[in-house]
């Protein structure tokens, strides 16, 4: 009998260890101190998948393709009013198709200082790719992002985190600053492959700090958005109010189609304010956030 | 191979390009004022959906009819009693079916000033039905809701907001105004196809301003009503308080045999008297916001 | 084509309007007032399902067996023990397996006054059976209820509230007084068939009226008890204070091992003392309800 | 036609008697009096799962073994302090594997004086095994964790709670002293095969005083942490203040995966602080519960 055919209660050890040991977290990135004397890094970031949530389901439902055109025509542009008001960079993950759909978008974004990071092709699933496919669909990605935004990304957040077995080794082949798709810890860490230092910074995601996890909607699939917004509020509080406490930190993961809504967009500039209000936090984008905890720690 | 069995992340770019362009919203219809010199329109609506939500997924079950019935049995009459005592007048959705069982509520609800606007025959899903079938429902539809309550109706919600690649050929060839069943924006638009302004105003949709999201009960589907009712109110007030500062339009979709319920009218009567406490906005039905829209943006 | 095989939406009139009238809210049955001149009825039921939860699903997880017990072991005494202290009495629907299981419990419920109406025989979905088997099940139920209780039950509540196209004739056939299965009002109504008038009094339920609804629990189907109790509370409250209002019944259904909990059973116990502050309300059995509206409506 | 193939509501009263009898609660465990004369018993439980949640169901995800191993990473340390500033001792269930990856931290467990269980092999759910397989992974889980932590496990929580007809067996084989998987009270008793007692105590779980049911998280599952923090901890405090108006025991399940988190970790240290401020409760190992109710019931 070989392993594929086995029930996990019949592996051998050396199996189960090969399985936990494909992509591990490794060295801690957590700096003494943040940019200019900061107590905490506050790294907001936004998916802008607009219609490539429906497109790489198939593609057929108008209703889901306008719900889609809502981030772009009325999500990005509430995000980037608070940002603007508050003088906050942020990060903006955006799939290639999403890119060359809403190209001036993108130019937006990079024009008023934010970072545009990798997010797959049209929001496939890597897991399901061979490694020549999810090799090409992400080299062809880093190359329209940077001819639509005219700036090369230096770091990939994985289309719904699917981190294949591959995409570590395409991310060093391209170069990669760093990845955000793993949640192995709160702060910052180095991607080790086995026991490896891959030289990837991982900044982790964490369904806990994604406003989809509580706002999600598919008709046909159960999903509703059931937790109340101040709910929803009073967890990103709570994970930033112990971040700051940590001296670590805070990362977010949101969506135009989500958090851009009127009833929602308040969670966001609350946030920010409460933040602010602190006095010695550092809003960065999540480049920067990789490259100061690759630096100093 | 062709298109049909390839995976999204093989389409050509002209394909990706067709599915997203379809229908899309173009001009938006935002109006420096709306009438009377208000500074918000508030489009209150419901769906009479009453047995045809069991009738069009078999019609076998006892219980889910009854469930039906108490829409117009005690829904109904406790919403235009609530927009009685008010003077607020609203639109109400009513499949053909529904409104062939329940003729007397119809008449009752054009009597008292409200709108009937179109809602599909029998609660159909309109993606799943050929474009001549399609047709012949929504026209058949069209002129019995006009022979029950004696006014031809000049809207449609597609049930379920499941609108097919033909619908808005269809809403054109019925001469209508306005559409109400998509979601790219919180005010109203004019459809397009493609790049072309079709001349049907889309008064828009959203699930966060549905009162069956969060209160939708299927005992085999493992849909609960989770929602506090107190979290829904808060809700529909931030999306009202928003589309207020913004001038802007706030509409609702409710339902009888949801929001009817003894536990759950307070969310509509408070809100009427929570918006009528800021004594400058406009209660309109959704052809009379169609038409403001179209004539004055 | 034979209708089994068309749509709904290719159904004849006839058709549909067959399907909705099988079952049909009759008269309605609100007293002008209730009892010693109360202003309100309230009746609480209480199903005691036990292990019967699990046995109709297969009775092959001894962890739910177990959960059934917590019912009779746990929950009742902690129910009982509510009731007695308030001095309410209420109705506990029983199937004939669990009164076998727990023959005790049923004497100690009946000797403290309260009622034990029908539930199934193994808590059956109705709408599965054949008419003999539905029958025989149910007949043979109502001997050995009475058997157990030494009293014979005069209302039935059927399994999961699945009341089949035979139910009502079968409740005809037993000369069962009332049914609480269905949900076409929030007050009582006469139970029609078609159009014609079957003598048995409905006495309402509501999925927003039950405990199970926001503290289901089962982990291979997803359902969750995700509603916070104090909500679960409120909701109930609610009902309540517009049944008051309108000089009307609140009915309440809950299960032994779902309220019964020791974070839970307070919504009961806070429940009876909000009401009992009243001051004018009937705390009265199924029977008794069943009794007065039909006597005095 | 044999049981196998009969509806539930044809069988003998015989069969589902088997059914029902396997395994039940018998005679209660509820002392007079807690340890030092403690009004009640707080047993606090972590489920050390870690990797193995994604191994047994496969292993094929990178995101969830990251997420497994934010468990040991963070969720453990967090917990193990709080316990720690607060001198609080607990039990933590291990899977043998997880003690094979991780048993550094098996060993600072029973270093700072907590106690750890066994939980299965590969967190395999037992109902799905053959007598001698389940009891083979059970005697190797045994061993395993006693060649890693230095103690002999007198407890077994099986994992999901998944009690297989021949668990109660194993158990006593093992030579065993308490069982925690069950759920027919809210305080310990002793477990009976039919009706004849084992000598295993079973300390009870259920769903309501477990983390992973309010905060569970299954992208593919439809699972959400719907339920607010502030809730979740409202649910454990009531459990807890009837359990000391009732002198009786607060079981509490959670894990580091679950608990562990900056939005949520807090609830555990409030209930702790709630706790300590009665003044009069104590705070047990399971192991010490076991003991305890067996020598003082």
Redesign the interface.
Known sequence: MNTEQM???E?S?EH??S??G????GRRLHPATWKDGARCAVALSFDSDH?TSE?????????R???G??GT??GIPRILEALRQNGVKATFFVPA?SA??HPEEQRQVIGEGHEIGLHG??H?LN?K?PYE?ERD?LFRSADMIEKVSGVRASGLRTP??????N?LKIEKELGLLYDS??????DCYELNEGSDPSGITEIPV???RDDA??F??D?F???????????VY???Q??F???YE?HGLFQLTMHPFVIG??????ILEKLISYIKGKGDCWFARHDEVAKWVTENS
């Open positions: 029930q996990p209660w592996w050890e189960w260890r399985l936990v494909q992509v591990r977290a219609e497109l790489r389901d198939g593609g057929r439902s108008i209703g393709m306008a719900w055109q809502y025509r009325a198709v060359l759909l092709w049209i496939e897991s790719l496919v669909l719904s985190w699917d981190f294949s077995p995409t798709s793993l949640m192995a810890d709160d964490e369904w806990i996890v509580y999600g909607m008709r699939a159960g999903l509703r958005p059931y937790t109340p917004p101040e709910a009073n967890i990103f709570h994970e109010d112990r971040a940590e809504y009127r009833s929602r967009i308040w």
